[in-house]
């Protein structure tokens, strides 16, 4: 198959949600429609189980699930797609962002009983600030839920998306009957009252027909008639052009454990969801059809073996094709690299490939030469842009607790945090060590990692503070900037990349501090 083929028939994805909205549900769904996998429960959920958070086999086995499902790929009407992995939880909010760097559209899940959940709210933030397009399906209609239109409303609200349905259901719950397919103007309807199985889509392009009181009830086919010419006169016509710029968000609904609505989302789905996009560097704007090899390490992760320290770097290519025992340039290094085994991923399994194409992911075993944002190219130097550090939210001085092994805890430390579990910062005043986490789970993790594969030894000691702000003076050498330095001296540090940070105590402490100093401007990212 030519190049432009290759990169035509691929479709790189995230589902995003709150945990128990169906994420793993959804995804088994969409793996079995594409014969990846024989049977649901295959998938296993990456979630960290309730009350587990001081059990460290429970990490150990999320961190094992998450390997396996980092990305599920598979081939449906010769399209090749790519899911990539977005832990729900929120202490791995962080992780969620940077794969989000990596997808060039999103499904995201909504609970029809829950609705827009806190976690959904975030994330949809950042795929709506980088404009990507995204398909929203509302799942579990088999169950007593919110009434659709109050629904379609809360996730224009609350998501601040423009929404448009492009199925509606009949019924919810007990009454649930199935859904109509505005998308292909099809019924869909379930053929028993178990509920386990579904009717092939019947063509229905004229509602008015009476046919339909046949089929689903004179009630419910007045009901649904109503509201679907409320549907036409309240939301805009679907469009695929506009859809694609991340300006109007269409609608699912269904239910991904009774395999309801799976089929209808995923033909819709392969036919509107873009390709390979383009993506800007620092340099420039880089297409994905240019022959040259791009790509950017969007995700780091440690081999399950503690005994080898390799790694796992996960590369999206962005552009070109990546060949086999190719020499490429990495970037931020310098240095022209070789992969001899570069891993792609079907479905749960990882196996070693010639050539990927844009959109791609690619696993490069690693020894430590990656971190998260490095680029490859072939010769160019372009540094792709878009893989921000958020400013975390809680705060612990690390110790070192074993004085015969402090280099271990510093290499361990270093390795973890390129690796992209937290980040770490060094105060100016006293060079002591900070380590900043989305979530309190981190530390546990951070603890027992350096422990088991570091052999070094750490305590934490807790630090109240709200946020770090990494600082921008307008102009470095005015006195207000000076002023600012010697006032905040005990709050200033440098983290990994030597930018430098104000530790905030409050968002008071935020506000105050601008508007004494308002030509040193304060960011929530490392990037702006
Ligand atoms: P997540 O990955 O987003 O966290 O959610 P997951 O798919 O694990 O689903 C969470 C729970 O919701 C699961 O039940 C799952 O079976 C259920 N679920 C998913 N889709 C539907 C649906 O369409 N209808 C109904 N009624 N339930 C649905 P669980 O009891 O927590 O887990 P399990 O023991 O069934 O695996």
């Keep these: 198959m030519e190049f432009l083929e290759e990169l035509q028939r691929r479709r ?103 609705g827009v959940e806190a976690q959904t709210e975030k994330l949809v933030e950042v795929c709506r600030m980088r404009n990507i397009p995204i398909i929203v399906f509302i799942n579990k209609l088999d169950r007593e839920g919110k009434d659709a239109f109050d629904l379609l409303d809360e996730v224009e609200q609350k998501l601040g998306l423009r929404v448009t349905p492009l199925s509606f259901p009949i019924g919810m719950g007990y009454d649930f009957k199935g859904i109509y397919n505005i998308w292909e103007e099809k019924l869909n309807l379930f053929s028993d009252d178990k509920k386990q199985t579904v009717t092939k889509g019947i063509e229905f392009s004229d509602l008015n027909d009476p046919k339909l009181d046949n089929i689903v009830g004179e009630n419910s086919a007045n009901t649904l008639r ?36 799976v089929k209808e989302l995923l033909d819709c789905f392969t036919e509107i969801a873009p390709t390979p996009q383009p993506k800007m560097s620092e340099e420039r704007l880089v297409d994905s059809k240019e022959n040259k090899l791009t790509g950017f390490v969007f995700k780091i992760h440690a081999n399950m073996d503690p005994k080898h320290r390799d790694r796992l770097a996960f590369v999206k290519i962005v552009s070109g094709t990546f060949k086999r025992n190719a020499p490429y340039l990495h970037v931020r290094n310098g240095k022209k690299m070789k992969f001899s085994s570069p891993n792609a991923f079907f479905a749960e399994k990882k196996e070693i490939v010639d050539e990927s194409f844009p959109g ?128 905040k001296q005990r709050y200033l540090a440098k983290d990994k990349q030597g930018q430098l940070v104000f530790f905030a105590d409050s968002a008071f402490t935020i506000q105050m501090t601008q508007s004494k100093f308002p030509s040193v401007k304060l960011h929530f990212t490392s990037e702006f």
């Design 12 to 114: 790189t994805f995230g589902i995003i949600s709150h945990p128990d909205a169906g994420k793993t549900t959804l995804t088994e769904k969409l793996l079995l429609f594409g014969g990846a996998i024989q049977e649901a429960g295959a998938v296993k959920s990456n979630k960290i189980k309730k009350g587990a958070t001081s059990d460290f086999m429970e990490i150990e086995r999320q961190r094992g699930i998450s390997v396996a499902t980092s990305v599920l790929a598979f081939i449906y009407k010769d399209k090749k797609i790519n899911i990539l992995d977005t832990p729900g939880h929120k202490d791995f909010a962080e992780d969620t962002f940077r794969t989000l760097t990596a997808v060039d559209s999103v499904i995201v899940v909504i609970d029809v009983a829950k």
């Design 226 to 261: 109503e509201e679907l010419e409320l549907v036409y006169e309240v939301y805009p016509k679907f469009s695929k052009e506009v859809y694609l710029k991340g300006e109007l968000q269409p609608v699912f609904f269904g239910s991904a454990l009774n395999n309801f609505g």
């Design 360 to 487: 791609d992911i690619v696993g490069l075993h690693d020894t430590g030469n990656f971190k998260i944002g490095d680029t490859l190219t072939e010769g160019e130097h372009i540094s792709f842009r878009g893989i921000p550090s958020f400013s975390p939210e809680h705060f612990r001085y690390v110790n070192n607790a074993d004085p015969l092994k402090s280099k271990q805890l510093q290499k361990g430390l270093v390795q973890l945090m390129d690796e992209g579990v937290a980040q770490l910062f060094t105060l100016e005043i006293n060079n002591r060590k900070v380590i900043g986490t989305v979530g309190a789970l981190q530390y546990e993790v951070i603890q027992y990692r350096l422990e088991h594969e570091y052999g070094a030894k750490c305590t934490y000691e807790n630090l109240a503070m709200h946020k770090v702000c990494w600082v921008k003076p307008d102009d470095p050498k005015n006195e207000e900037f000076k002023e600012f330095r010697r006032t």
